[in-house]
Every structure is written in C-alpha cells, then in structure tokens.
C-alpha cells in the first residue's frame, strides 16, 4: 500500500527560520490535515493487518496493537549512506557525534512513524480536555520552536511535539529495541506528568 509523506503542498523554510505568519501558515495547514492522515493511518493498520479500523478508537489502550503493528510490520532499518554520516558529522559539534549512527528508518517507515506521532498526539488531546493544538516561534532555542505542538493553557505550557516524541522511539528500534508496549508507555508517560503537574 502506497503510503504518501505529510507534506505541505506549498514550500517551507526550516522551522527555525520561519516568520510567526509562516509558522501559522503551516500550521493551520498541518492542523486541518490530522483527519486525513489518521484515516489513511487506519486503512494501512487494516489493509496490513486485516484487522478493523475500529481498534485505533484514540483511546490509550489502542496504542499497543498500533506500535505493535509498526514494530512488527512497518519499521524497516536501513544502512545510511557514508556521505549523509559525513555531512552529518561535518555539520554538528564533536560532543553529539556518539550519539550518530549508522542505520535509520527507511523512507516508507519514517512517512507513518510520522502519522503515528500524530495518532498519539490526538489520543492524548482527547483524553485531557485541556489539551489544544499550538505553535511557539519564541524563543527561538526552543527546540520545536514554530512546529505544531499540543499545548495546555495553564502557565506550565506543557509541550509535546509529535515528531520529536517519536523519534525518541525510532532510536530505540533502529538500536534494536523492539518493546510493543513503547507508544503506551510514552502516552502514559506524558499523561502523569501533566495530571500531576494540575494537582500540585
């Protein structure tokens, strides 16, 4: 099953260098495509399994067979070629070349790990009302400055940006670490330390 990148149909900047109006801009792009791309989501989780859509009702238990799926049948790692290690290495300082490697998702598998960040991102808005899509283009240091990020209103700013969140799971797989319950774990993660934060 052909899975497309979400991709804006317009040209970017990196985020670091967009304006506040072009922050928003690809925001509200990026906010009315969700629908879509859980919907495409669900049909590859069906087409590939055989199992019905209706597992990924975004409720916090549907996280295990999702990450179960992408684990099982989805993530495929693939040797990086020299050159992109060398133009990685060349361009970042010398105390974050350790953490580089070798091997990476490929094309096809970053394309729903990206949906899946989305996929968790929603179940975790649906389950904390107070939870709403995001943007932040200051301070410029902050790490997903001008990216779309769940937010909550409280001064707390709690801050959770889908794709970074996954690719700390991507590392994982890519190292060899196959735990099926890991996108629970991150969703349970997250939820405790914001319902906890709301009741001190």
């Given at each position: 099953m052909e899975y497309p990148l979400m991709h804006p149909p317009f040209?970017?900047?990196?985020?670091?260098?967009?304006?506040?109006?072009?922050?928003?801009?690809?925001?509200?792009?990026?906010?009315?495509e969700?629908?879509?791309?859980?919907?495409?989501?669900?049909?590859?989780?069906?087409?590939?399994?055989g199992r019905s859509e209706k597992d990924l009702d975004c409720s916090p238990e549907s996280l295990i067979p999702l990450w179960e799926w992408f684990v099982n049948d989805i993530a495929e790692v693939?040797?990086?070629?020299?050159?992109?290690?060398?133009?990685?290495?060349?361009?970042?300082?010398?105390?974050?070349?350790?953490?580089?490697?070798?091997?990476?998702?490929?094309?096809?598998?970053?394309?729903?790990?990206?949906?899946?960040?989305?996929?968790?991102?929603?179940?975790?808005?649906?389950?904390?009302?107070?939870?709403?899509?995001g943007f932040r283009s200051t301070p410029k240091s902050l790490y997903c400055v001008n990216r779309p990020i769940l937010m909550d209103p409280s001064d707390r700013a709690f801050i959770f940006a889908p794709a970074h969140k996954l690719s700390i799971l991507n590392y994982k797989l890519v190292d060899g670490q196959t735990d099926?319950?890991?996108?629970?774990?991150?969703?349970?993660?997250n939820h405790r330390r914001l319902t906890e934060e709301e009741e001190d």
């Open positions: 040209e970017i900047k990196d985020f670091e260098e967009m304006t506040k109006k072009e922050a928003r801009i690809h925001f509200e792009w990026y906010v009315n969700i629908p879509a791309r859980i919907e495409l989501l669900k049909k590859a989780y069906q087409f590939t399994t693939i040797n990086r070629p020299k050159e992109e290690i060398e133009k990685e290495l060349s361009e970042t300082p010398k105390w974050v070349h350790e953490f580089s490697r070798a091997k990476k998702l490929s094309f096809h598998s970053q394309a729903v790990s990206m949906d899946v960040g989305v996929y968790l991102a929603e179940t975790l808005r649906k389950n904390i009302e107070s939870l709403f899509w099926i319950s890991g996108l629970y774990k991150l969703y349970e993660f």
